[in-house]
């Protein structure tokens, strides 16, 4: 049932499988690992593919709203993994144009776009302060995998060691600024405590070069 219930609330609320992290920590790691991997809980493929189903829909949704917005002029986000992203839906809007012109669509409305959309296999990840755009058979500028020790059997990006200022793959979008400010202030009171020992103080100036490195992004520097 816990199984069944992390899928269900990953399909209904975006982001949830970052959520279901955070709110579950251990359980959670274990209960997702176990797609794959025997841990204290049962081997299950009938809830793996449950979960991955919903990981996937949730994605598309996500992705086809980018979509919609970019199509309107809307900004869709910051950073070279938006740029990527802005080429990747200019691309499915142009051959959407080519099949209407060919008489080829079945369709006239955005539909032949959300259809060519699904099959052009763009990913997209929830990311803890950014969307992540890797493409698994293609991993390039992953900066979470550098210097990494990948787990056997493993595929895709280690979340847990992104640097979402600093990847090829990051998308910062508008909703995410708002934290990173925060983390700006919260992280500059606290480099001013008085008693801050030199290294700590250091590690913190490091962490707001990174902050300001991704705020950068959004000012299009
Ligand atoms: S560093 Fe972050 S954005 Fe880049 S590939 Fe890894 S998880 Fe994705």
Redesign the pocket.
Known sequence: MFRRTMAMLTRDYPGSEIAVGMQLKHAATRALANRWTQGYMDHDPSWARLLTTAIAERRFQRLRDLFDADSCGEAIGFGP?ADQMRSAFAAVREKAQALRANGKAQRGDVRVEHGLLKRTHLSI?F?KL?H?T?DENN?VG????EDAIVPPGHRG???D????AR?S??IITSEHLPIWKAEHDSLSRLRDQPRLPPNRRAAIDEQIRDVELALRKADGA
Request: hydrophobic letters at 25%; charged letters at 15%; aromatic letters at 0%.
């Open positions: 993994g990840r990311g950014n992540c890797m991993p992953a900066k979470c995998l990006p280690l979340i060691r992104c640097q979402p990847c793959n990051s």
